[in-house]
């Protein structure tokens, strides 16, 4: 009995002195552990007292302590660094159009070419105007809260050529029942597209509609913003726009003096300035959350004296009159998960001008016709991010009215204007994207109406250093 109980007990045994073994060996590992801990608290401690051997040294300077001298300098400079970034936007251009012939081209009733020069922007054409490469613009932007009533913001564009404050305004923290206020230069609220910059865009170049009714700034005035954030249970926001009026595909408050001879041997007529400022804008934007799904619509509306001058051009004429422009627009995006959703976007734009045409007839007398345009389009886009860094996008482009009548005749000008663009791009971080896009463009014609297709593929990169303010859904 005894022999059978000793071999029974030996597996116990055995199994005993092993966890014994590793109960040592684990002791022995926090022994290590503590004192390597113990080491680094040790260094600590002397590297303590070396600080305040120096923070006493530098106490005796001037009897002050050091940290609290630098929080109590008014003029401290590290209180007043706003914040900085530098974006740069790069491009490739491949297409078919040689650049002579792209420079000739116009979307017809709307500009008089790509390339056409005014005031404040002379021989500057549109965004990857070049096949070959193309550097765009840098874009810097500088701007801080001044105080607790005001932020204050700078965005300048640098150009191999020039240099150019796109925008510059101050903007209210707080102002009582929900009302904000912005003054300087800056991008109208009008629609959807048009206050956000280039680089935010979700394709290389701005929609048809937009390009043809603004010109390749969009609408950008100096002027004063005020809106009003209604108290609703879903976001409704209401603005009024008073600006100077100076986009010149639409309104510019500059008068012009015209001759009653082309050779100008006649009597001159002065077409006085438009009231200043010119132009006033109002819209309403609401936006609404339901479940996943997050919808943003806006009805807009502007209004302005026009004075256009092109009495220098090989084909003389100026226009004089009021522009009325109408927008609706609406987004609807869903949220699939933290980082992929689909995104669909659509505007639709509508300008209409009464007024008179200043030309001159085949034997070189000033003529002055009444002129009535009645123009519109809209584009339409769906952007799906598959993936935490890619996206693809496909957007067509219509200009479905172009109606100019001249003495009540309807000039017959080409309607019917279609694009179509196809986009993905790679984003490899928050601060740079590569995005490729290939344009199907049906627009453009020469000046005896002659219609040139223009396809193109463009490779752009869009990178930015520094600490750039988040922008808006």
């Known amino acids: ?69 630098i929080l109590s300098n008014p003029f401290s400079q590290a209180k007043f660094v706003p914040d900085i ?13 040689t650049d002579d012939a792209y420079k000739s081209v116009m979307i017809p009733g709307f500009n008089h070419g790509l390339f056409h020069s005014h005031e404040g922007h002379e021989g500057e054409g549109p965004y990857n105007a070049e096949r070959g490469f193309n550097l765009n613009y840098t874009h810097l932007s500088i701007a801080q809260t001044v105080d607790p009533y005001f932020d204050l913001v700078g965005i300048f564009h640098l150009r191999e050529d020039a240099f150019e404050i796109e925008e510059a305004y101050i903007k209210t923290r707080q102002l009582p029942y929900n009302l904000g206020l912005k003054l300087g230069k800056f991008y109208s609220s009008f629609g959807r597209l048009n206050q956000q910059h280039h680089h935010y865009w979700d394709f290389v170049d701005a929609p048809l509609v937009y390009y043809a009714i603004f010109g390749p700034h969009n609408l950008l005035e100096k002027g004063a913003q005020l809106t009003w954030l209604a108290p609703t249970p879903f976001y409704l926001q209401l603005g009024l726009e008073v600006l100077q009026g100076d986009n010149e595909n639409n309104f510019n408050r500059n008068g012009f003096t015209v001759n009653t001879k082309k050779d100008g041997t006649g009597d001159n007529i002065k077409i006085s300035d438009t009231k200043k400022p010119n132009l006033y804008t109002f819209f309403i934007k609401p936006s609404f959350d339901i479940g996943n799904v997050s919808i943003l619509t806006g009805l ?13 051009d090989e084909d003389p004429h100026a226009l004089s009159g009021t522009t009325k422009i109408y927008g609706a627009d609406l987004t609807v995006r869903y949220n699939i998960d933290s980082y992929r959703y689909i995104t669909w976007q659509s505007e639709y734009l509508y300008r209409k001008f009464d007024g008179k045409v200043y030309k001159y007839n085949k034997t070189g007398d000033l003529i002055t016709p009444s002129r009535e345009s009645k123009q519109s389009g809209f584009y339409s886009q769906v952007v799906y991010k598959f993936d935490q860094r890619w996206r693809v996008g496909a957007r067509y482009d219509l200009i479905n009215k172009n109606d100019v009548f001249v003495n009540g005749v309807n000039s017959n000008l080409p309607n019917n204007l279609y694009r179509y663009s196809f986009m993905i791009d790679f984003l490899p971080s928050e601060f740079s994207r590569i995005r490729l896009q290939y344009n199907y463009d049906k627009s453009l014609f020469t000046e005896d109406l002659n219609r040139k297709t223009n396809q193109e593929i463009i490779l752009q990169f869009n990178i930015a250093i520094g600490a750039h303010g988040a922008h808006g859904f």
Do not use: C, W
């Open 1 to 69: 009995m005894k022999k059978y109980l000793l071999t029974a007990l030996i597996p116990f045994t055995v199994a005993t002195a092993s966890e014994l073994d590793e109960l040592k060996k684990q002791l022995q590992e926090q022994q290590q552990i503590i004192q390597q801990l113990q080491e680094k608290v040790k260094k600590l401690q002397e590297n303590q007292e070396v600080l305040e051997q120096t923070r006493e040294k530098l106490k005796n300077v001037d009897g002050r302590d050091p940290i609290e001298k």
């Open 85 to 97: 970034s530098l974006l740069f936007d790069f491009s490739y251009v491949s297409r078919n159009l």
């Open 300 to 312: 807009s509306y502007a209004q302005g004296g026009t004075r256009i001058d092109h009495l220098a």
